[in-house]
């Protein structure tokens, strides 16, 4: 069971912004970095970017992140049809000393 | 540059057992963490264990405790999943990743490719 929670599909036309939240609580999100991964099938998970804008060399930017309190969003903007994947939100829980991830967010580029 | 190589996976009869390696390149390990992650087919990611830097503190998802144990090889630079009495539900691609910093709570950039657990009679 997935305790931090997305929507399960999202969707977008190419040069749109989309943004996908990912709520948790105090003990994960609101304690910790929020991490955002994308996944292809077949391919290993991708780290996109993590609080306040930090990308990994090679994300472009149009890949930007936001967090306040227990809920964090992940936005795309000018979106491409190589963008459609499945997104997954991830933070640890204090609490529990775990990684807590997102059920998936499968985006389709219409 | 950090690479990292699951191996290790296959197909395995329920209460089975199986040691999967995460083999990583490119840096001393031991001073990183290392954490383990599945996708189960048609399912989302799941967290299941981690094992800090520094021959530091192991962790486990409920899901896996007391039957899922981690540990490392500094001499191999390789971290090992130990995985003992196997059901259907831990059929799963397993993913390992390096973290950034020798905490387990850091960042996990560096990913495998997977190696495919199925565990069926």
């Known amino acids: 069971q997935s305790v931090l929670t997305q929507p399960p599909a999202a969707s977008g036309t190419p040069g749109q912004r989309v943004t996908i939240s990912c709520s948790g609580s105090t003990f994960n999100i609101g304690s910790n970095h929020v991490y955002w991964y994308r996944l292809l099938p077949g391919t290993a998970p991708k780290l996109l970017i993590y609080t306040n804008n930090q990308r990994p060399s090679g994300v472009p930017d149009r890949f930007s992140d936001s967090k306040s309190g227990t809920s964090a969003s992940l936005a795309i903007s000018g979106l491409r049809s190589e963008d459609e994947a499945v997104y997954y939100c991830a933070a640890w829980d204090d609490s529990l000393s775990v990684w807590m991830f997102g059920g998936g967010t499968k985006l389709t580029v219409l | 540059e950090v690479q990292v190589l699951e191996s290790g996976g296959g197909l395995v009869q329920p209460g089975g057992s199986l040691r999967l390696s995460c083999t990583v390149s490119?840096?001393?390990?031991?001073?990183?963490?290392v954490t383990w992650v599945r996708q189960a087919p048609g399912k989302g990611l799941e967290w299941i264990s981690g094992?800090?830097?520094?021959?530091?503190?192991?962790y486990y998802a409920e899901t896996v405790k007391g039957r899922f144990t981690i540990s490392g090889d500094k001499s191999k630079n390789t971290v090992y999943l130990q995985m003992s009495g196997l059901r259907a539900q831990d059929t799963a691609v397993y993913y390992c990743?390096?973290?950034?910093?020798?905490?387990?709570?850091?960042?996990?950039?560096?990913w495998g490719h997977g190696t495919m657990v199925t565990v069926s009679s």
């Open positions: 990743a390096r973290g950034n910093s020798w905490e387990p709570y850091g960042t996990f950039a560096v």
């Open positions: 094992i800090a830097g520094r021959g530091g503190s192991t």
């Open positions: 490119g840096s001393t390990y031991s001073d990183y963490a």
